[in-house]
């Protein structure tokens, strides 16, 4: 059973920068084998993706407006994914999940709702 556990969010101040950390637990292929992606849930909002890295990391999409603030990437020796996230909004508060999925094509976009494995989320506060 693969397990995501995040770490890393926290309250802010816009313009900030933070960093999200997701580790890669019980997989019983080599974490290698998973794509790896980030969504988010505001308040009131649905589900929304974020990024998401292939298992090489050659492939990576980001979220529509996203691109240029957020990076992802992966370290599949410590077997853990990351989200750094600069210059902050507002608009960025929500709770971040950390997701797996041996296709690529299904964490990519939308809400996720294929997605086989997450975490558990972290809150990320950005206030103004």
């Known amino acids: 059973q693969v397990q995501l556990v995040e770490s890393g969010g926290g309250l802010v101040q816009a313009g900030d920068s933070l960093r999200l950390s997701c580790l890669i637990q019980?997989?019983?292929?080599?974490?290698?084998?998973?794509?790896l992606g980030w969504f988010r849930q505001a308040p009131g909002k649905e589900r929304e993706f974020v990024a998401a890295v292939n298992r090489d990391g050659r492939r990576i999409r980001y979220g529509d407006s996203l691109k240029g603030r957020f990076t992802i990437s992966r370290d599949n020796v410590r077997n853990t994914v990351y989200l750094q996230m600069n210059t902050l909004k507002p608009e960025d508060t929500a709770v971040y999940y950390c997701?797996?999925?041996?296709?690529?094509?299904?964490?990519?976009?939308?809400?996720?709702?294929?997605?086989?494995?997450w975490g558990k989320g972290t809150l990320v506060t950005v206030s103004s």
């Open positions: 997701a797996a999925d041996l296709d690529f094509r299904v964490v990519v976009g939308g809400r996720g709702d294929a997605i086989n494995y």
């Open positions: 019980g997989y019983t292929f080599s974490s290698y084998t998973y794509t």
